[in-house]
C-alpha cells in the first residue's frame, strides 16, 4: 500500500547523462540543474551561488521596510520584526559558509 507518491531528483556529474538512468520504483527520476532540499538551492555542482541569490533577493525587499518604519517604531519592536523575517535566513547563510569551509 502506497501512502504517498514522492517526487525526487538527483544531480550528477557524468558526461553522458543520456546513458544514466536512475529508478526508484519503476519511476525514472529526473535529472536537475537546481534543486531546493529543506529549504537549501543547490545546483549540479553543488555550488551555493543560487542560494545566495534567492536570500539576498528576499532580505532586499525588508532594507526598504526597515528604513521607513526606523522612525516610527520602537526599537523592540524593530528587533522583533528583524527576529521574525531576516534572521532566520541570515543564520542559514552563515552556517553553509561555516559547514562548507570545514
Given at each position: 500500500?502506497l501512502?504517498?507518491?514522492?517526487?525526487?531528483?538527483?544531480?550528477?556529474?557524468?558526461?553522458?547523462?543520456?546513458?544514466f538512468?536512475?529508478?526508484?520504483?519503476?519511476?525514472?527520476?529526473q535529472h536537475?540543474?537546481?534543486c531546493?532540499?529543506l529549504?537549501?538551492?543547490?545546483?549540479?555542482?553543488?555550488?551555493?551561488?543560487?542560494?545566495?541569490?534567492?536570500?539576498?533577493?528576499?532580505?532586499?525587499?525588508?532594507?526598504?521596510?526597515?528604513?521607513?518604519?526606523?522612525?516610527?517604531?520602537?526599537?523592540?519592536?524593530?528587533?522583533?520584526?528583524?527576529?521574525?523575517?531576516?534572521?532566520?535566513?541570515?543564520f542559514?547563510?552563515?552556517?553553509?559558509?561555516i559547514?562548507?569551509?570545514?
Amino acid at each position: 500500500m502506497l501512502l504517498y507518491y514522492c517526487t525526487c531528483t538527483f544531480r550528477t556529474n557524468c558526461v553522458d547523462l543520456n546513458k544514466f538512468r536512475l529508478y526508484i520504483d519503476g519511476k525514472e527520476i529526473q535529472h536537475v540543474q537546481c534543486c531546493k532540499y529543506l529549504g537549501i538551492l543547490t545546483d549540479s555542482d553543488l555550488k551555493w551561488r543560487n542560494h545566495t541569490d534567492y536570500v539576498y533577493s528576499k532580505l532586499v525587499k525588508f532594507t526598504s521596510i526597515f528604513y521607513k518604519i526606523r522612525i516610527k517604531l520602537p526599537p523592540e519592536i524593530l528587533r522583533m520584526i528583524y527576529f521574525a523575517f531576516v534572521h532566520s535566513h541570515l543564520f542559514m547563510v552563515i552556517q553553509l559558509v561555516i559547514i562548507c569551509q570545514n
